[in-house]
């Protein structure tokens, strides 16, 4: 699939597996520094388990899609929710949807299907990695610490190889963003009554940028059946540090066993 263009910006795109048509699409929204190259060969797994096709994407200002423009609104997840989203599914011909979310990816997924847009009727499920439905202390206390890493480690390198000369826009469009006073009374709890297909949430035991509890908020206050799976020994990432358990986990979510 070529590179589509949504919320007016060009955004690099990967499709693997059977096209719209052929059964319901996992469309994957990445974390805050995500991309498509840093998925890695999660996709692909993705596919070789379920059988579905799998959309992959980098947000505005990630990996090779169009550069940001800083500063990032505080707003910026529910710009990608409520705009960019609807027309990226629209421009791909996806019409039944399973929206894979990493952290600021799940927040995202969480405001589109709880926001009563129309397009929202074509997610069918919920899949969440590390989701924030608010801020925790322990995220903002990460995320500094992230900024230092940046400045004077090698997390900017690393970054580098998956965004380019994107890199710093989107380290600090996210970094700051978070960092911001305003942040702090960021909170999207009011869209999970809205919420009703179903959602499986994944969430590490060692999460360095939040707690268990934004998983009891999701569970006790979406309008939908809610599963989750707590992943000992796993951080932020359980599709990098627990890949086995997280796979089988979505693979039996969709009804698609592993073989």
């Given amino acids: 699939?070529?590179?589509?263009?949504?919320?007016?910006?060009?955004?690099?795109?990967?499709?693997?597996g059977p096209p719209p048509g052929h059964g319901p699409t996992i469309v994957m929204l990445h974390?805050?520094?995500g991309s498509v190259s840093a998925w890695r060969d999660f996709p692909q797994r993705l596919v070789d388990a379920t059988g579905l096709g799998v959309l992959v994407y980098s947000r505005w200002g990630y990996g090779k899609s169009d550069p940001v423009t800083l500063p990032r609104p505080l707003t910026y997840m529910h710009d990608e929710?409520?705009?960019?989203?609807?027309?990226?599914l629209e421009a791909a011909g996806i019409r039944d949807a399973i929206l894979l979310g990493h952290s600021d990816g799940a927040s995202i997924a969480l405001i589109f299907a709880g926001s009563g847009l129309p397009a929202a009727s074509r997610v069918r499920a919920?899949?969440?990695e590390a989701p924030h439905v608010f801020v925790e202390d322990v995220s903002v206390e990460s995320i500094a610490r992230a900024a230092d890493a940046y400045r004077t480690g090698d997390?900017?390198?690393?970054?580098?190889?998956h965004h380019g000369g994107n890199v710093d826009g989107a380290f600090w469009g996210w970094n700051r963003a978070w960092l911001d006073p305003g942040f702090r009374a960021w909170n999207i709890e009011r869209y999970l009554p809205a919420v009703r297909v179903p959602t499986l949430v994944i969430q590490g035991q060692d999460d360095p940028y939040g707690t268990v509890a934004q998983v009891d908020s999701i569970a006790t206050k979406s309008g939908g059946p809610v599963s989750r799976l707590l992943l000992p020994a796993c951080g932020h990432a359980?599709?990098?540090?627990?890949?086995?358990?997280?796979?089988?986990?979505?693979?039996?979510y969709v009804g698609v066993p592993r073989a």
Avoid: C, K
Avoid at 155 to 161: D, E, G, I, S, V
Avoid at 238 to 252: F, L
């Fill in 1 to 16: 699939m070529s590179d589509l263009v949504a919320g007016g910006h060009r955004l690099e795109t990967s499709w693997l």
């Fill in 31 to 33: 974390e805050g520094l």
């Fill in 81 to 88: 929710a409520l705009v960019t989203l609807p027309e990226l």
């Fill in 126 to 128: 919920l899949v969440l």
């Fill in 155 to 161: 997390l900017r390198a690393r970054l580098a190889r």
């Fill in 238 to 252: 359980p599709h990098r540090d627990q890949p086995e358990a997280t796979i089988e986990a979505i693979a039996r």
